[in-house]
């Protein structure tokens, strides 16, 4: 099955490492998360922006979701892509495209001069141990190179955190939702998935996560997964007949086993919680104990609960 998305970094300002990690470089990550609110409710959603302690180098998928669940409740959340790391003390960009090229996402990061103190204030700011950056975020759907849509992002953010944002501006249409997100096999498939969630309003969450960058990271290795019979048919009640992409990126222990997978991107997102318990039990011994990327399409077929 043909790559549903081509992603393309582009790279600024790449600063030079040192052996302090204070003088490391600021790398960025962003995850887009989906939203689907299940009520009428809007007040959890509205001007969501809070931090969270952690650099997200060790989160899991679902750690990540339950913690967007706990301040959104009554919802559904996937997540559907990973952007970086990239530097990011200069700027740092994304465009993921879609297969037939006329539509895409792009995404700009960049620091944000702090401003001049006010008249009185002191020149320099309290010492807190732990510099603080605001940045800009810009995140558009493309089409035809124009943009369709773009959600902005301004906010402050401390290195080793993860600022998470959403809000009634990140609200997008079924159409664009669909259009931009997914690829369904064929239009019956389409219009099914449609008709399962037009009732929702749904909505984008991004993860924007600021940190030093490692020493001297290794280079991913390729890794091809393994013959999988129970990828033939994952029966799904949210979505039917239905194709997608996975792409992963993997940490193997010492063994080989896989410890820790992050998702880079997911085009099937109702059913990639069960993927990923199938992929925990995949072992690639020549890679022990390296970062490893992953790659592979998913099918579900038609599900209906008797009763």
Known sequence: MARLFVATALLFGVPAGAADDDDLPLVVEVRVFEVRRLNSDFSPIEDLSFLVN???????????????????PDAYFAQLLTLGPAPAESEAGWTVRRRDGRRAIRARFRPVPDEPPSAGEPADAPETGRPESRFRLDFDLLRGGASAQQISVQSAIEPGMTRMVSGLDFEITLSRYLSWFREPGDLPAREELYESIRDQNVYLAFGITFRRQDPAPALPVRLEPPEEPRFREL????????EGTLRLRVHLDDQGQVAHTEILETTLPEVTPRVLGIVFGWRFPHAAGREGRLFFPVRTVRFVPSG
Not at 54 to 72: F, K, N, P, Y
């Open 235 to 242: 029966r799904s009640p949210l979505v039917g007949n239905a």
């Open 54 to 72: 952690t650099d997200g180098s060790s989160v899991q998928v679902s750690e990540w979701l339950a913690t967007l669940a706990r301040r959104i």
